[in-house]
């Protein structure tokens, strides 16, 4: 029998954009806040950047190969994309060999234990980040200081991350104001003067990509726009009953990996809703407990852990919210 009908993975989408082209499209997006942090870490980010992406490429190849026996498809730009990502969600220092072991989880376990693309849940990098967050907490909370670090690896000096250091200086008794004195202003935040990620300091270079990817139509406004709107209204919310205790919203967009999530993690075309009603509740739900664990959990950061929780219920939001049918139900008998 003649085989008329291929069934492939999600997502089903009526469009001119092939997979490689949309792939390739976010890599030439990242490039601007690449460059920033080639510029804050130097040699770290340049390491930490190439050994990520190589991994990534390098166990797709194999799983597919020797596991899989299926047809190596790593020229699609996906396992690049992984790859890039889950570096810029990693300090500049990390040993080399951690990188390996978050790229071989990252992509064996995020991605091709479900089937490879278009099959995987939750979003590989991110997947690969909280395994080396759990596994490797001292390495993956060390900080290189920007600038200063440059010629730097594996000795490079550390420090905290604005949020990191608001977080323990609330704990020590100090009020939100007097601690926030002490942390660039957001000036210098906004252009990456801060330490933290690869990606996620330079907020110019994030925004600068996700024009581009608006531009390009890879991605919808819905998703950055609603979980950069709930952050900075329940923030601003907390700040105004008591602005001693909390930061003011700000400062929680500009720091941390909320404009990196927001832009690139949680817009993921697989593991994000189909339609703009479940693009806008499935972001405000990542806004809303990324904010509960940041001012109420014990982690500074709560972007990944949010991200990664709605991906879980992105396959409920597909099938509750759906677009208005249109036509005649017709009834049988």
Same mark, same amino acid.
């Given at each position: 029998?003649?085989?008329?009908?291929?069934?492939?993975?999600?997502?089903?989408?009526?469009?001119?954009?092939?997979?490689s082209r949309?792939?390739?499209?976010?890599?030439?997006?990242?490039?601007?806040?690449?460059?920033?942090?080639?510029?804050?870490?130097?040699?770290?980010?340049?390491?930490?950047?190439?050994?990520?992406?190589?991994?990534?490429?390098?166990?797709?190849? =194999?799983?597919?190969?020797?596991?899989?026996?299926?047809?190596?498809?790593?020229?699609?730009?996906? @396992?690049?994309?992984?790859?890039?990502? $889950?570096?810029?969600?990693?300090?500049?220092?990390?040993?080399?060999?951690?990188?390996?072991?978050?790229?071989?989880?990252?992509?064996?376990?995020?991605?091709?234990?479900?089937?490879?693309?278009?099959?995987?849940?939750?979003?590989? @990098?991110?997947?690969?980040?909280? *395994?080396? $967050?759990?596994?490797?907490?001292?390495?993956?909370?060390?900080?290189?200081?920007?600038?200063?670090?440059?010629?730097?690896?594996?000795?490079?000096?550390?420090?905290?991350?604005?949020?990191?250091?608001?977080?323990?200086? $609330?704990?020590?008794?100090?009020?939100?104001?007097?601690?926030?004195?002490?942390?660039?202003?957001?000036?210098?935040?906004?252009?990456?003067?801060?330490?933290?990620?690869? &990606?996620?300091?330079?907020?110019?270079?994030?925004?600068?990509?996700f024009l581009?990817?608006?531009?390009?139509?890879?991605?919808?406004?819905?998703?950055?726009?609603s979980i950069? &709107?709930?952050?900075?209204?329940?923030?601003?919310?907390?700040?105004?009953?008591?602005?001693?205790?909390?930061?003011?919203?700000?400062?929680?967009?500009?720091?941390?990996?909320?404009? $990196?999530?927001?832009?690139?993690?949680?817009?993921?075309?697989?593991?994000?809703?189909?339609?703009?009603?479940?693009?806008?509740?499935?972001?405000?739900?990542?806004?809303?407990?990324?904010?509960?664990?940041?001012?109420? &959990?014990?982690?500074?950061?709560?972007?990944?852990?949010?991200?990664?929780?709605?991906?879980? *219920?992105?396959?409920? =939001?597909?099938?509750?919210?759906?677009?208005?049918?249109?036509?005649?139900?017709?009834?049988?008998?």
């Amino acid at each position: 029998m003649t085989k008329i009908l291929t069934v492939s993975a999600s997502p089903h989408i009526a469009t001119d954009q092939s997979v490689s082209r949309m792939m390739y499209g976010v890599i030439l997006s990242l490039v601007p806040a690449f460059l920033i942090s080639l510029y804050m870490f130097g040699i770290g980010a340049l390491i930490v950047t190439s050994v990520s992406i190589l991994s990534c490429l390098v166990f797709e190849m =194999l799983i597919q190969k020797f596991i899989m026996h299926s047809e190596v498809r790593i020229k699609d730009g996906s @396992a690049m994309v992984t790859g890039l990502l $889950l570096a810029f969600n990693l300090p500049s220092n990390i040993p080399w060999w951690i990188i390996m072991l978050g790229s071989l989880f990252a992509i064996g376990v995020g991605k091709m234990a479900y089937g490879g693309l278009g099959s995987n849940p939750f979003n590989p @990098a991110l997947v690969g980040r909280v *395994f080396l $967050l759990i596994s490797f907490p001292v390495q993956m909370t060390s900080w290189p200081l920007p600038v200063e670090s440059r010629t730097h690896y594996l000795d490079a000096a550390t420090g905290a991350t604005p949020l990191g250091f608001l977080k323990d200086a $609330l704990r020590g008794g100090e009020s939100a104001s007097d601690a926030l004195q002490q942390i660039p202003d957001h000036i210098h935040l906004f252009m990456g003067q801060m330490g933290g990620s690869l &990606g996620e300091i330079s907020v110019i270079a994030l925004l600068i990509g996700f024009l581009w990817m608006l531009y390009k139509k890879i991605i919808t406004w819905h998703i950055p726009v609603s979980i950069i &709107g709930t952050v900075f209204v329940f923030t601003g919310i907390l700040y105004l009953a008591n602005p001693v205790r909390f930061a003011p919203p700000l400062f929680h967009i500009l720091t941390g990996g909320v404009m $990196l999530g927001a832009i690139y993690m949680a817009t993921d075309l697989v593991t994000s809703p189909m339609t703009k009603a479940g693009m806008v509740i499935y972001a405000v739900c990542i806004g809303l407990i990324t904010v509960v664990i940041r001012i109420f &959990g014990a982690y500074p950061e709560g972007v990944s852990f949010a991200i990664l929780i709605m991906n879980a *219920f992105v396959p409920l =939001l597909n099938k509750y919210i759906k677009p208005k049918r249109f036509g005649e139900e017709v009834k049988n008998g």
